[in-house]
Every structure is written in structure tokens, then in C-alpha cells.
């Protein structure tokens, strides 16, 4: 059967889950406007010019003829669509399921129905079908009414079915279709009422009363306005008693115009195809957020897709949070609908479809990193994917983490038309200089527009004062005011609201605090020690108050503007409020309160506490459970790896080290440190690479631990990890000291066949460096049996594609030239099976070197223009340097010896310092070839030096013989004799005949 979909996306595909049989977004719309239109003839003449109204008629007709016939080829047999001369229509047939049309079967029925039970399988059925909007993603203006008419029709469907549910008593069902009304039609008040009197119905007082001050926030925000007096009055039965205070308007936006008129016009030139960020800068209590928020009603009411978040000052945060709350907002649910499943699969790993996060995602820090691009690219594609200028909001984006500022520089990068803009805000001088760095990128690229915010002069503070009392200052109190509160807006409004004297902030703040019932005050308290966003559940749960407490007490915070709503739930309406009501609480208090949080959330997320792992840290760590906070800092590590944020999960991990460091020593103590350790190393390597001093220290330690503890696996492991860190470095012998001790203890184990191979796959490499190219083959060939099926080495790579990639100098050292193009063909070609880009240029990298040694020169070129690129595309460091070597030896010239002496550089600014006598001794042929003698000699010197400090002796035979060119003759052949004889030493077949000729010849 074929299948057609069109709302929430658009595919025609042969099975419900099958893969789609066209992408044409023409052939598409062109099936929608007839589905929607289905019964009726429509003339060719009319959908040619309706589709293609840019194009002369006659192009416009071949257009037409060309999508019908890509839609004939697609239909096949199916005579869905009938086509004549002059006319195009679709017909419902038994073979072809379309969500339009049995939407509108489906309400038809239910809308015939007599019996509540029919009301409710037909409503319900269509309202499944309705899974988004109209073809989202397009904007023909011919999809405007229809997209109106369907939504209107789905509205009018959920209140029909509501009302059947009621009647046949199933009131939690009819609350989640008033949850759905609420989303269709967010500023229609009779959602929320019924949804509030459903809620009180089933005993969620705490839910009725979140709903209005969410109906309240809505309002506010879009139209200025407040719930009106129906929906006021179903709160005051609620609270049986009548509001503790009144939550007004939100003061109007006062003074700005120079910085308002800056943001508008980012915004104008983004919503034109400029993707950029404004960041508005400006001390705490400025009015930062204020100004922001302006922006975003100014971007609603031209029909922009608006998302706004923020980020909180705590530890307890997950990476990329930002970017989640952009997708789980409701307004980019139809561009989540409409991504292609490769980039939907792409944005599950941070918003998972389902609610359950499940285990996290295992991901070898190395092996997987390069995933990171196509991850990016996927929640990039959702968040400019709306088919409408976007804003998107992000508060407070001095605790932004890393990830997320990588993420946005990503962003704007990929659609360089997307009509897009960050309107992000920023506390003056932070102390993070992460955001700093970030800030320097985007000015360098033009894409920052910086928007600095004073406080206000004495004319607007009097306009602020007025907005907010409702009367003009008297002179004398204007003046006090203002001096008192130095212009910021904050300070201004909280003096006004405390009704007392103006002062210091902080002492505003506390006096504010004060005017709440103790109960309220009891549960700001509370609030303040979450530390970010919180729902009324969490506060239930961890409060000694009953229900009908908290509920009230929040209720009052809100009026008095304490809290805000926040998402699904509250946070306090200013960072100041939240550290004002923490500084209130007492030190023997706080600690009571986070113990309560913490296990108030594991309650609250039984078997799913993924999502909360850094807060579970937090909490436990605030409330005395190192213990407990270890376990959840690692799982919160887990989580940020899946999502390739390497930066946070090193940070959550280092977070749980400090807790361990101040407990008692002991072997449990131990054993956490250990685990904790293990998890580190692979961010560590992924982030900072192979070389990093922090990679190192982190893997003798765990074997230190390991050792101690008898945990031999663990021991072998960390060998073989500490073998890549010291041979990247350049230290060879000391490398292969890890090897060989790796090899002891596996021994002869078959059930530890993967450790097994990778200690002889690291014995092997540190051997062809150490000039002992004979007995790498050997090991080599171990490594390839022993690991056959493994997924990865530790290093990251498929190892029946680096073991033969490596093998091919071993087998170029010994004379076997045929058979290390053979092995170095075999594993490029097999890389090239795998979808995994890390092991495909591990192959080219290693490929490169074997085919300079054996002077193919044009392969050399095709190889490392191929490794330059794919390292560019994913991001891979450090085999990106050896392409640049490589490919500037090929070139020959000025610019290729630049590129050489770059890539020489870089490897030694990571620390890695593995074959550097061989890149410098290609340095050197290149200086050589430019007629620049002397630079040349003391590249072939410096290689020396180092080759022999570092034990890096495999090319060291070729490095003399190059020497000696620069020599006298006895100086020269007493330089060549040792290069036969070191090369005879190592059994380098190859490079010993070299020299030999040129003793020979001397």
C-alpha cells in the first residue's frame, strides 16, 4: 500500500515505516494541493502557474510535466491520481492511504456519531492522524487557508472528544486533549478553563493552578494582557479565598530606543538571511533580559517561530540544555516532524522522541567523535528548518556551556542564508573566558552585533517609576530613588514593590522577601536551593507543607512576581531573587534542603533519572552524599559523551574526583576513583588528543589504582591507553616498556582475546619505531586475529584496517615493496566498507607515508588532498597535520613548503612528536629542491637530535644518508657507514641498500 503524508511532514512511502519513494518537494506539494482539493478537477494551466509563478507559461507547463511524471514513475499502477489533458485530481482508492483524507473521514464520522464511545473512537482516531500542521516547511501561499482550516477543524474535534470523555467518565484522557486544545490555540482562555476545572476534578490543585499562571504568562507575553475575569474567577474557587496580591501587567519597556532600534535591525537584516547573534551585554539588574524580551513580541507579532531558554550559574546542568529546550518547544515541533529520519535519528540522542531517556548512548570517545559534525548538522537542520525567520533566546549566557557555544558557531555557519538570530544576553566582565573566545570568533567573522546596556538616566527612571506605581514620582523621591538605585531597572522595581525606603539591591531584595507569609517564604527558601527552573511536584515533595501549602504559597510568590512560569514549571523572576531567598535560608538548612531535593528528584524520576544525573549530583553533593553524588556526576558524564560534549562530561568527571579527593582513603575509595578515571580518559583523549600531559597523568594513575586494587583487565587497559599517550608524544621506549608489560599480562588468556590483540597491536607499532620491523609483523599479525570482529581499538580505529595500514612500512622497511602497496591497498579499500570516517583516514594517513616511500608521487598528492578534506570535514587534528606534510612535499614549491612547516608546527604545539625525524627529513628534501642549503641541514640535524633523544630510530638510517650530502667526503662516508650499519642492525632492508649505494658511490 502506498502511503501519504502530509501533516507534521510530507513523504509519499510504500508502507507505513517504509522508506520514502520521492524527496521532490514539488512532486509532494503538488500531491498536497490536489489531496486537499480531492474530488475536484484542477486545470493544468491554473497549478502550472500556482506552483511555478516565476517562470514564463511555457516553462511552468514543462514543470509540470516533469513532477507529474517523476509522480507517475512514484505512483506506479496506483490510479489515486487522475490525469487528463487539460485537468489533474486525486481520488480516494483502497491502495493509498492518505492522513488528510482519513483525518477528515474520521471527523466527518465523528461529528455523525450518536454514542459517546463512536464520538470518541472517531475523534480520536483523527486526532491521531493529526500529527502537526499542513505540510510544514513550506510557505506557498496557497497552503495558508488550508493549514487554517484543518487546524480549526482539529480545535473543534478536541472539543468534542473532551466532552465525550467527560461524559464517559475518563477525565485524564479528557485533560490530555484539553493539553492539546492548549498547544493548537494558545491564546484562547476556555482551554485553560477546562483544562484547570479537569485537573481540580482529579485532585491537581497544584496542576489548575500551574495552568493559569501559565494562561497568565502567555497572555502577558503575546497580547499584554491579563487572564480575564472568568478565568480568574475559577482560580479564586480554587483557593477558596480571594488573591493575596495582584499580579499586574508587566511594566512597559522604558527608555532603549537606541538600543532597541540596534536589535530590530539585526533582527531585520537575520529574518532577510543573515544568521548573526546580538548579544546584549550589561551589570546584573541592568535590564538586559527586558530589552530581549521586547525583541522576541516584536518577532511573534511578525509571525517569526520564537523559542526562548536560559542557562543557570550551578554545576548541575547538562550539556547542550539550551539547545534542547529550543526543540522541545512546541512552535519547532512541525520542523522536527519534517526532518529527514537520517537527522531525526540525529537530534534523538538530545531529545529523545520518547520520554524515557534509557541507557545513555555508548560512545568511544575517539572511534565516535566524528559523529559530532553530522550530530550538529542534525540539530541544525531542525532549529532553521521552520521555513520562517527564527529567534532564538538564550539568557544568561555567561554560564552557557561549551558545547552549546561550539553548537552555535555550527550553526550559523551551515545555512549561510537562514533567517535566524541568536539574541542571547551576557553579564558584563565574566569570569568564564570561554565566552570571551567565543564572542572574539563571532566578531571575526562579522556575524556579532554588541549591544551594551547602562542604567537609566533620571528622566527614565521617573518614566519606569510611573510605569510600575502608577503615579509620577514627587522630585525629591525621584532623586532619592535614583541615587539610591543608580539607575538599574531592577533596583528600581524591587524598591518600588517593597514599599520601603530605597537602598543597596541586596537590601531591597531581602526586604522584598520579607512580605510573603512565612509559608512562602518557607518554600522560596526552598526554591533558591534547586538552583534553576523547578516544577510545584519537586517543591510537594521535598517540602514539609502539605499540598494545598505549597500550592498557595507558590501562588503567592508568583503574585507578589517572586517566580515566573517557567517551561512546565517556575524559577525565580530575577537571578538576584534566587540568591537573595538562598542567602536567607540557614548553612544547617541548606544542607537539610538539598539532602530533600535530591531525593525528591530520584522519586520524582523513578528508573529514568538520566535526565536529572547533574542535579542528582549537585543536590547530593550540597547534601552530604559524596557517595551518591560520584555515582550520578558519572552517569550525568555518560550522558554528555553521548551527545559528543567532551568538554562537560571532563568537567562532571573532575567534579566527582574533587569529591573523592576529600574522602577517606580506603579500597572503596579507590575503586570509585578508579571508574571515575576510566571514563575520563576518553573525553580527555577526544578533546585535548593523543598527546595531552592531562591524558597521561589521568592513565598512570588509574594504573596506579588498578595495580593496587588487583584489577588486571583495568591494568592492561590503561597500559595500552598509556602506550598512545607517551607514543604520540615521541616517547618510543617508554611506549613500549607499557606495551610489553600490557603483553605480560594478558599472556596466553584467549578470553581476553580483544585486550589481547590491542597490547600486541601497541607492541607492534612502538616496534617499527624502534627500528624492529620484523618482529612488528609478527605482532601485527596477532593484533588483526585476536581483535577480528571487535568494533574499535582503544585508539579508536577499526583494527583490520590499522594493523595492515601500519604493517605496510614494516613490510617497505624489510624490502617486501609489492607486498606493503598490497597491504596498504587492503586497508584503505576495506576502510572505505565501513561508514566510519576515523578509520578511512587513519588508512589514507598511513597510505600517504607508505606511497612517498615508495616515490609515487601523484598517489601521494591524490592521497593527502583526500585525507586533508576528510580531516577538514570532521574535525580530525592530528592525521590532518600529516596531510598538510605530505601533500606539501607533492607540491614542491614555496606554498608547499609553508604548508609543511605548518603541519611540522602544529604537531609540536599538540606535543606530538612520533615520526618527527621523518616529517622533518621531508622538510628538509623540500628546503633542498628550493636551493635553501643550509635550512635544509639543520632540519636533517634537528631530526637527528630528536631521533635519537626520543628513540624514534626507524628513519634515522635515511636522515644520516640525506646528511651526508652536506659533508666532506671522509665525514660523509664515516656518516653513511653508520647508516648501513644501524640500518642493518634494525633489519631495514630497504633503507640499507640506500645507503649502500651512496657509500659505494663515495
Known amino acids: 500500500m502506498l502511503y501519504v503524508s502530509l501533516l507534521g511532514g510530507q513523504s509519499i512511502s510504500h508502507g507505513a515505516t517504509g522508506p520514502p519513494v520521492t524527496r521532490s518537494p514539488r512532486a509532494i506539494a503538488l500531491v498536497g494541493y490536489l489531496v486537499t482539493h480531492a474530488g475536484l478537477p484542477q486545470p493544468r494551466q491554473r497549478l502550472a502557474a500556482l506552483f511555478w509563478p516565476d517562470s514564463s507559461d511555457a516553462q511552468a507547463r514543462t514543470n509540470l510535466r516533469r513532477e507529474l511524471h517523476h509522480l507517475r514513475q512514484v505512483l506506479g499502477d496506483e490510479p489515486a491520481l487522475l490525469a487528463t489533458a487539460t485537468d489533474l485530481s486525486w481520488q480516494d482508492t483502497p491502495g493509498c492511504r492518505v492522513d488528510v483524507r482519513v483525518f ?26 493529526y500529527r502537526g500542521e499542513l505540510m510544514p516547511g513550506l510557505a ?69 493552578v500551574s495552568t493559569y499562571h501559565l494562561c497568565a504568562a502567555v497572555l502577558e507575553r503575546e497580547l499584554g494582557v491579563a487572564p480575564d475575569r472568568a478565568t480568574q474567577a475559577m482560580l479564586r474557587r480554587l483557593l477558596a479565598e480571594p488573591p493575596p496580591g495582584h499580579h499586574g501587567g508587566e511594566s512597559r519597556l522604558v527608555g532603549r530606543t537606541r538600543e532597541f532600534a540596534q ?11 543573515r544568521p548573526s547573534v546580538a548579544l546584549v551585554r550589561g551589570d546584573a539588574g541592568v535590564g538586559k533580559t527586558r530589552l530581549v524580551v521586547e525583541l522576541a513580541r516584536l518577532a511573534r507579532s511578525q509571525g517569526a517561530v520564537v523559542a526562548g531558554t536560559q542557562c543557570f550559574g550551578t554545576s548541575g546542568r547538562l550539556a547542550l540544555a539550551p539547545v534542547a529546550d529550543w526543540l522541545r518547544n512546541p512552535v519547532l515541533q512541525p520542523a522536527l516532524a519534517a526532518l529527514a529520519p537520517v537527522w531525526r535519528t540525529e537530534v534523538d540522542r538530545l531529545v529523545p522522541a520518547g520520554k524515557e531517556t534509557g541507557p545513555a548512548p555508548v560512545v568511544r570517545a575517539v572511534a565516535d567523535a566524528w559523529q559530532r559534525h553530522r550530530f550538529f548538522e542534525g540539530l541544525a537542520r531542525a532549529l532553521t528548518g521552520a521555513g520562517r525567520p527564527t529567534l532564538l533566546v538564550l539568557d544568561n549566557a555567561q554560564w552557557c556551556d561549551q558545547e552549546t557555544l561550539a553548537f552555535l558557531i555550527f550553526c550559523l555557519g551551515l545555512e549561510p542564508r537562514a533567517p ?100 512562602a517564604r518557607e518554600i522560596a527558601g526552598l526554591a533558591a536551593a534547586v538552583g534553576r527552573d523547578f516544577s510545584l511536584d519537586l517543591l510537594t515533595e521535598a517540602s514539609d507543607l502539605d499540598a494545598e501549602a505549597v500550592v498557595r504559597a507558590v501562588d503567592e510568590l508568583w503574585r507578589l512576581r517572586i517566580l515566573r512560569e517557567f517551561r512546565e514549571g517556575y524559577d525565580f523572576s530575577h537571578d538576584l531573587l534566587r540568591d537573595a531567598a538562598y542567602r536567607q535560608v540557614t548553612r544547617a538548612r541548606r544542607w537539610l534542603l538539598h539532602r530533600r531535593l535530591a531525593q525528591s528528584l530520584e522519586l520524582l524520576h523513578p528508573g529514568d533519572t538520566g535526565s536529572v544525573s ?109 602506550w598512545t599517550s607517551r607514543f604520540v608524544q615521541g616517547r618510543t621506549a617508554r611506549a613500549h616498556e607499557a606495551a610489553k608489560r600490557a603483553l605480560e599480562l594478558v599472556g596466553d588468556d584467549r578470553a581476553k582475546d580483544e585486550l589481547n590483540g590491542s597490547a600486541h597491536f601497541a607492541f607492534a607499532g612502538s616496534s617499527v619505531s624502534l627500528g624492529r620491523p620484523a618482529e612488528a609483523l609478527h605482532h601485527f599479525d596477532l593484533a588483526a586475529r585476536l581483535t577480528r570482529g571487535a568494533p574499535s581499538l582503544p585508539i579508536g580505529t577499526r583494527p583490520e584496517v590499522h594493523s595492515p595500514a601500519w604493517a605496510a612500512h614494516a613490510h617497505w ?56 578534506e576528510l580531516c577538514d570535514r570532521y574535525g580530525f587534528a592530528y592525521y590532518r597535520e600529516w596531510g598538510l606534510v605530505l601533500g606539501g612535499w607533492t607540491r614542491g614549491d614555496a606554498d608547499g613548503l ?41 632540519a636533517l640535524d634537528a631530526a637527528l637530535v630528536v631521533g635519537q633523544a626520543r628513540d624514534d630510530l626507524w628513519w634515522l638510517p635515511e636522515v644520516l644518508r640525506l646528511r651526508s650530502a652536506y659533508d666532506r667526503p671522509e665525514q660523509a662516508r664515516i656518516r653513511l657507514k653508520t647508516a648501513v650499519d644501524l640500518a642493518a642492525a634494525q633489519g631495514s632492508t630497504t633503507l640499507r641498500l640506500r645507503c649502500e649505494r651512496d657509500l659505494e658511490r663515495r
Open 263 to 273: 536589535l530590530r535591525g539585526r533582527w531585520q537584516e537575520a529574518a532577510r538571511g
Open 813 to 868: 622497511l624489510l624490502g617486501h615493496e609489492a607486498e606493503a602497496q598490497r597491504s596498504c591497498r587492503t586497508a584503505v579499500d576495506l576502510a572505505r566498507t565501513y561508514p566510519h570516517p576515523y578509520s578511512l583516514a587513519v588508512a589514507l594517513a598511513y597510505a600517504g607515508i607508505t606511497q612517498q616511500m615508495c616515490g609515487d608521487l601523484a598517489e601521494v598528492a591524490a592521497v593527502a588532498a583526500e585525507l586533508r
Open 104 to 129: 477528515d473521514a474520521e471527523r466527518r464520522a465523528a461529528l455523525a456519531a450518536s454514542a459517546d464511545e463512536e464520538v470518541r473512537d472517531h475523534a480520536g482516531a483523527a486526532l491521531a492522524e
Open 614 to 722: 547533574a542535579q542528582l549530583a549537585e543536590q547530593y553533593a550540597r547534601g552530604g552524599r559524596p557517595d551518591r553524588a560520584v555515582a550520578f556526576y558519572r552517569r550525568a558524564a555518560e550522558l554528555a559523551a553521548g551527545t559528543f560534549a567532551h568538554g562537560e562530561a571532563i568537567r562532571l568527571l573532575r567534579e566527582a574526583l574533587s569529591l573523592l579527593a576529600n574522602g577517606p582513603a580506603g579500597p572503596e575509595t579507590d575503586r570509585r576513583e578508579l571508574a571515575v578515571l576510566e571514563a575520563l580518559s576518553g573525553p580527555l583523549n577526544a578533546r585535548f588528543g593523543y598527546a595531552s600531559p592531562d591524558l597521561q597523568r589521568t592513565l598512570e594513575r588509574s594504573i596506579e589504582l588498578s595495580e593496587r586494587l588487583g584489577q588486571q583487565d583495568s591494568t592492561i587497559a590503561g597500559l595500552v591507553g598509556l
Open 420 to 519: 535566524l538570530l541568536l539574541a542571547a544576553t551576557q553579564r558584563s566582565d565574566p569570569a568564564d573566558t570561554t565566552l570571551a573566545g567565543w564572542t572574539d570568533r563571532l566578531r571575526a567573522t562579522g556575524r556579532l552585533s554588541e549591544v551594551e546596556l547602562t542604567p537609566l538616566d533620571l528622566d527614565d527612571t521617573a518614566r519606569l517609576a510611573e510605569s510600575v506605581s502608577g503615579r509620577a514620582p514627587a522630585a525629591e523621591e525621584l532623586t532619592l530613588l535614583h541615587v539610591a538605585t543608580g539607575g538599574f531597572p531592577l533596583s528600581v522595581v524591587e524598591a518600588l514593590r517593597s514599599g520601603g525606603p530605597p537602598g543597596d539591591l541586596d537590601a531591597v531584595l531581602a526586604e522584598r522577601l520579607r512580605q510573603p507569609t512565612p509559608e
Open 140 to 208: 506557498d501561499e496557497w497552503l495558508f487557508a488550508s493549514r487554517a482550516e484543518l487546524e480549526q477543524q482539529c480545535v473543534g474535534l478536541c472539543d468534542l472528544l473532551g466532552d465525550a470523555q467527560c461524559r464517559l467518565g475518563d477525565l485524564a484522557a479528557a485533560a490530555e486533549t484539553a493539553r492539546r486544545r492548549i498547544r493548537l490555540r494558545p491564546l484562547e482562555e476556555p482551554g485553560y478553563r477546562t483544562l484547570m476545572e479537569l485537573q481540580a476534578d482529579l485532585g491537581d490543585r497544584a496542576g489548575a
Open 898 to 938: 609553508a604548508d609543511i612547516r605548518r603541519g611540522v608546527a602544529n604537531l609540536k604545539a599538540e606535543g606530538s612528536l612520533a615520526r618527527m625525524p621523518y616529517w622533518l627529513a621531508l622538510q628538509a628534501d623540500l628546503l633542498e629542491r628550493e636551493g635553501r642549503t643550509g635550512p635544509a641541514r639543520a
